[in-house]
């Protein structure tokens, strides 16, 4: 039998076993870096050279304009998806219906605290940004409309959104025949997600121009409006946590929020880092059974709840929202603010794991109510990234309370074992997250966890 060329040469350095492709490394730290260096010289360019400042305006609405260009197609496939992964989660009964109308009903509510909490404080107040407008006939100006012209214009949301909701109903009708379908939507979404990230590495660009534009207009005003903002929020995602999330937890389980979170400090660290609680998944997935709950219900609750509970981006996105109305000295009325909310409920579903899928949200409700809002967006997209982190650890915490009252609801957790392990006298044993402890055990002893990641 013939042998094909080099099937029985041994590999270099004598060994026959394959070497593993190497992973890419995840180089979003240094879009983090560059964000805060870009925010740190817009604002010393408009404090010192404030006309400067305001002439770089254009950079940060090219920015925004690439964010809206992005909103429809993320708001479709997340939407359909969405629809689908609803179906799928209710057919397992009891846990996945449990678990849906918990989210819905958390995220409401996290929604609801950001609005309240953004009437209260009032952010962005004093600021009267204006929306950019090219200079009339001079060639600069020519220029830059020349420029702006070669983005493509958005689509409009709400027609997307209610499209969105009738295929994903439709594919979910057919059942099986709708599938590759969702499938190849589930690729389309894969490169919209592939376009917002290369879009976000003009996020540094976009936040220099808004930053010094705006601090060129306004000084120090700008500043102080920015860190009232990012200060309300860590705050409040915060009294979140401690007091409704803890305060749920204490009362279905008995459990002490706060033994949870040293339990999860180092999944906190890696999400710190990445500004994403996707980087978590599978050692929440680990933690969560090692904690007691079943595998069944971690299973279903965690990857459910990276879609649908996400508590912390609820808050951002109602915040931001209030911000750039009173910034732009057209705040919303009530009526507004309340179809928002509902707006922001079935969109905010597709916001989690990817880089910037938020800020194309936040544009999404802006320009689904007022679209002359939007041009006001520059100064969130200088401070996004400050606020990234918070909302994942909210998001990461919310999910992991929700695992453990689902499981004390559905009776699915060895509460013995929960208390023991969140009082650490049953440690997590870290090494069996490595690799080489996955390889070597046998095929029937793999968790179900390992398909989710």
Same mark, same amino acid.
């Given at each position: 039998?013939?042998?094909?060329?080099?099937?029985?040469?041994?590999?270099?350095?004598?060994?026959?076993?394959?070497?593993?492709?190497?992973?890419?490394?995840?180089?979003?730290?240094?879009?983090?870096?560059?964000?805060?260096?870009?925010?740190?010289?817009?604002?010393?360019?408009?404090?010192?050279?404030?006309?400067?400042?305001?002439?770089?305006?254009?950079?940060?609405?090219?920015?925004?304009?690439?964010?809206?260009?992005?909103?429809?197609?993320?708001?479709?496939?997340?939407?359909?998806?969405?629809?689908?992964?609803?179906?799928?989660?209710?057919?397992?009964?009891?846990?996945?219906?449990?678990?849906?109308?918990?989210?819905?009903?958390?995220?409401?509510?996290?929604?609801?605290?950001?609005?309240?909490?953004?009437?209260?404080?009032?952010?962005?107040? +004093?600021?009267?940004?204006?929306?950019?407008?090219?200079?009339? +006939?001079?060639?600069?100006?020519?220029?830059?409309?020349?420029?702006?012209?070669?983005?493509?214009?958005?689509?409009?949301?709400?027609?997307?959104?209610?499209?969105?909701?009738?295929?994903?109903?439709?594919?979910?009708?057919?059942?099986?025949?709708?599938?590759?379908?969702?499938?190849?939507?589930?690729?389309?979404?894969?490169?919209?997600?592939?376009?917002?990230?290369?879009?976000?590495?003009?996020?540094?660009?976009?936040?220099?121009?808004?930053?010094?534009?705006?601090?060129?207009?306004?000084?120090?005003?700008?500043?102080?409006?920015?860190?009232?903002?990012?200060?309300?929020?860590?705050?409040?995602?915060?009294?979140?946590?401690?007091?409704?999330?803890?305060?749920?937890?204490?009362?279905?389980?008995?459990?002490?929020?706060?033994?949870?979170?040293?339990?999860?400090?180092?999944?906190?660290?890696?999400?710190?880092?990445?500004?994403?609680?996707?980087?978590?998944?599978?050692?929440?997935?680990?933690?969560?059974?090692?904690? +007691?709950?079943?595998?069944?219900?971690?299973?279903?609750?965690?990857?459910?709840?990276?879609?649908?509970?996400?508590?912390?981006?609820?808050?951002?996105?109602?915040?931001?929202?209030?911000?750039?109305?009173?910034?732009?000295?057209?705040?919303?009325?009530?009526?507004?603010?309340?179809?928002?909310?509902?707006?922001?409920?079935?969109?905010?579903?597709?916001?989690?794991?990817?880089?910037?899928?938020?800020?194309?949200?936040?544009?999404?409700?802006?320009?689904?109510?007022?679209?002359?809002?939007?041009?006001?967006?520059?100064?969130?997209?200088?401070?996004?990234?400050?606020?990234?982190?918070?909302?994942?650890?909210?998001?990461?915490?919310?999910?992991?309370?929700?695992?453990?009252?689902?499981?004390?609801?559905?009776?699915?957790?060895?509460?013995?074992?929960?208390?023991?392990?969140?009082?650490?006298?049953?440690?997590?044993?870290?090494?069996?997250?490595?690799?080489?402890?996955?390889?070597?055990?046998?095929?029937?002893?793999?968790?179900?966890?390992?398909?989710?990641?």
């Amino acid at each position: 039998m013939a042998t094909r060329p080099g099937e029985n040469e041994p590999a270099l350095g004598g060994t026959t076993a394959a070497t593993p492709p190497q992973r890419k490394k995840d180089r979003t730290h240094w879009l983090y870096i560059m964000v805060i260096i870009a925010v740190v010289l817009g604002a010393a360019i408009g404090l010192v050279f404030p006309e400067v400042g305001k002439s770089l305006k254009p950079l940060g609405t090219a920015f925004v304009a690439l964010i809206k260009m992005i909103i429809a197609p993320v708001i479709f496939c997340t939407i359909v998806l969405g629809v689908g992964s609803v179906a799928r989660a209710a057919t397992v009964g009891k846990v996945g219906g449990l678990a849906l109308a918990y989210f819905i009903i958390m995220s409401t509510f996290a929604l609801a605290i950001g609005l309240v909490v953004g009437n209260l404080i009032h952010p962005g107040a +004093g600021l009267h940004l204006q929306p950019y407008k090219a200079a009339a +006939g001079g060639s600069e100006g020519g220029m830059v409309e020349f420029l702006m012209s070669l983005i493509p214009g958005d689509i409009p949301v709400l027609p997307t959104l209610v499209l969105a909701l009738l295929v994903g109903f439709a594919l979910q009708s057919m059942g099986k025949a709708g599938e590759p379908v969702l499938h190849g939507i589930q690729n389309i979404q894969a490169v919209v997600f592939k376009l917002m990230m290369m879009i976000m590495w003009a996020a540094p660009i976009g936040a220099f121009g808004a930053i010094a534009a705006v601090v060129g207009a306004t000084g120090w005003a700008a500043i102080g409006s920015m860190a009232i903002l990012m200060g309300s929020f860590y705050l409040t995602c915060a009294l979140f946590i401690v007091v409704v999330l803890g305060g749920i937890l204490k009362a279905v389980t008995g459990l002490n929020i706060f033994a949870l979170l040293k339990y999860l400090a180092r999944e906190y660290l890696l999400i710190f880092s990445t500004s994403s609680s996707e980087s978590a998944l599978p050692r929440l997935i680990a933690k969560m059974e090692h904690a +007691g709950v079943s595998k069944p219900v971690v299973g279903i609750t965690v990857p459910t709840g990276y879609s649908f509970n996400l508590d912390g981006t609820a808050i951002y996105l109602t915040m931001a929202s209030l911000f750039v109305s009173t910034a732009m000295g057209m705040p919303m009325n009530l009526g507004e603010q309340i179809s928002l909310l509902v707006f922001m409920i079935i969109a905010s579903k597709g916001a989690a794991g990817v880089t910037g899928a938020g800020l194309a949200t936040l544009a999404a409700g802006l320009q689904s109510h007022r679209p002359e809002l939007l041009d006001g967006m520059g100064v969130i997209v200088g401070i996004d990234k400050f606020m990234s982190e918070c909302r994942a650890l909210t998001n990461f915490t919310g999910n992991a309370v929700a695992t453990l009252l689902i499981g004390k609801w559905t009776r699915e957790i060895d509460m013995e074992q929960t208390r023991a392990v969140l009082s650490g006298q049953r440690p997590f044993d870290e090494l069996s997250l490595e690799p080489d402890a996955h390889a070597a055990a046998p095929a029937t002893e793999v968790p179900e966890a390992a398909a989710l990641r």
